[in-house]
């Protein structure tokens, strides 16, 4: 059965510290990868994806993800933090047996001035 | 382009009614998907939809219902309303399912 795990549920940072927001999935043949941000009392913003080719994806507003097949693992990291990044962050994949998205669970993202 | 509206933002039902929510898609987007968003749970896919025609559904039961019309809009019912329904409704639009999805604001349904 696909599921993405989102390893943690809350982090909490230090502004202009960097971050890293875990995620890993359950895909083993074709994977189509995301992350999404939920801003308070907003609907999900995509961040960025990963369908092929480099393993290093960009996104907006700095962050970045790295698509690691061995470890299952697609991180999202962001060098330095800003108030403004406080938000759910949410991992996922595309089944294409199910022909769904689906979605962790989500990690709570805060930062502390 | 105008993004995904959803409404009504806010609704309070008891248990026992039913409630009717309501998706506008980007312009040109053909697939509407539906998801619950509850916390713990994150989000979960209720079903989607493409030219009018109901192409998926999760694992929800029967009491979860949707349609499509002919402009792409797209509503979704929950009749019998219960306790565990509270959650905020989720629509998303895309070109087609695989797509990028652009997500609305959802709309907020407290059952009391």
């Known amino acids: 059965a696909q599921s993405v795990t989102q390893l943690d549920s809350q982090v909490p940072v230090f502004e202009e510290a960097p971050v890293e927001l875990r995620c890993n999935y359950s895909?083993?043949?074709?994977?189509?990868l995301f992350w999404y941000v939920q801003y308070p009392n907003q609907g999900l913003q995509l961040l960025l994806k990963?369908?092929?080719?480099?393993?290093l994806v960009k996104g907006i507003n700095g962050f970045e993800a790295e698509f690691n097949k061995s470890q299952t693992s697609f991180h999202l990291r962001k060098p330095s933090v800003h108030i403004s990044d406080t938000a759910e962050y949410f991992c996922?994949?595309?089944?294409?047996?199910?022909?769904?998205?689906?979605f962790g669970t989500g990690t709570s993202l805060t930062v502390i001035p | 382009k105008a993004g995904v509206t959803q409404t009504p933002r806010y609704l309070i039902k008891t248990r026992g009614q039913q409630v009717t929510l309501s998706c506008s898609p980007i312009?040109?987007?053909?697939?509407v998907s539906w998801y619950q968003q509850t916390p713990g749970q994150g989000l979960q896919f209720l079903f989607e939809?493409?030219?009018?025609?109901?192409?998926n559904k999760g694992n929800f039961p029967g009491r979860f219902s949707g349609r499509q019309f002919s402009n792409s809009r797209s509503e979704m019912n929950v009749s019998t309303l219960e306790l565990g329904d509270s959650a905020l409704y989720l629509c998303?639009?895309?070109?087609?399912?695989?797509?990028?999805?652009?997500f609305g604001p959802g709309t907020r349904l407290t059952v009391l």
């Open positions: 895909s083993s043949v074709s994977v189509y």
């Open positions: 990963y369908l092929s080719g480099s393993t």
């Open positions: 312009s040109g987007h053909r697939s």
């Open positions: 998303a639009s895309s070109l087609d399912v695989r797509d990028t999805q652009y």
């Open positions: 996922g994949e595309w089944s294409n047996t199910g022909n769904q998205f689906y």
């Open positions: 939809y493409f030219s009018e025609t109901q192409r």
